[in-house]
């Protein structure tokens, strides 16, 4: 049987675009343009997948996964939005949300995501920390693009506290954030997210003496990486530790 997807948007013209793809590739879809449409479709009908927009008028799409969980609490949803509101990115993740895809998104990465849940499994939450702001940003924009869902931190104490407001499976730490170290900042989210996979990213050699580097490599699930690195190394850097959180 083909698996049934469940589209929300209130944009019809878009709407029907991405249905068409889906159906071309074998999919069954159905549609709604509201977030309460969805909500009476999800009851209605069994669904194996909702791809839902965030903000629409009426119920907003969080909104209705909250609702839709009330009489289906294992519905898989993605959630789709060309807003980056980090509160509304990590109220979505921690409601149980199996992703969060920035609008525009190539197709690809769509249909990748929507694979993934299928198979039983969304695609990895990453934190982002790093004291440079616009490396940060682009970073956090780049893992996007490629289906990750990122959240991204510029402080210590700000890391800890998304930390404590969502789980994570990867984070991607700069050793040297302010206003708390690094590896403070590790240890911290470590007590509250024991399986937890780490890059930790150093920018200037004398960060990390050899005896810390030595340390940190003898800990289970921790890579270190010095900058400028390429984007496509890190990527593939998160696939295997992805792998190593899904592994336990």
């Known amino acids: 049987m083909s698996p049934r997807i469940l589209l929300v948007d209130d944009n019809e013209d878009f709407l029907d675009n991405i249905k068409d793809v889906f159906e071309d590739e074998g999919y069954e879809v159905l549609t709604a343009t509201s977030g309460e449409g969805a909500v009476q479709l999800v009851k209605d009908r069994p669904v194996d997948v909702v791809v839902m927009d965030i903000k629409m008028p009426g119920m907003n799409g969080v909104e209705a996964f909250i609702e839709m969980k009330k009489f289906k609490p294992g519905v898989k949803v993605i959630m789709c939005t060309a807003y980056i509101v980090e509160a509304t990115i990590r109220r979505a993740l921690s409601e149980g949300a199996q992703a969060v895809l920035n609008k525009p998104f190539e197709m690809e990465v769509l249909f990748r995501t929507v694979e993934t849940v299928l198979e039983g499994g969304p695609p990895c939450n990453v934190l982002v920390a790093d004291r440079d702001e616009e490396f940060c940003n682009r970073l956090g924009q780049c893992l996007r693009a490629h289906g990750y869902q990122a959240v991204t931190a510029v402080y210590g104490p700000e890391a800890v506290t998304k930390a404590g407001e969502a789980s994570f499976d990867v984070l991607v730490l700069d050793k040297g954030l302010p206003l708390l170290d690094g590896l ?63 592994q336990g």
Do not use: W
Not at 215 to 243: A, N, S, W, Y
């Open 184 to 246: 403070e900042v590790y240890d911290r989210i470590k007590k509250m997210q024991p399986n937890l996979v780490a890059a930790i990213i150093t920018g200037n050699a004398h960060e990390m003496d050899s005896r810390t580097l030595r340390d940190l490599r003898r800990k289970p699930g921790v890579v270190t990486m010095k900058k400028p690195f390429d984007e496509t190394e890190l990527i593939h850097l998160l696939q295997d530790l992805c792998f190593t959180e899904r």
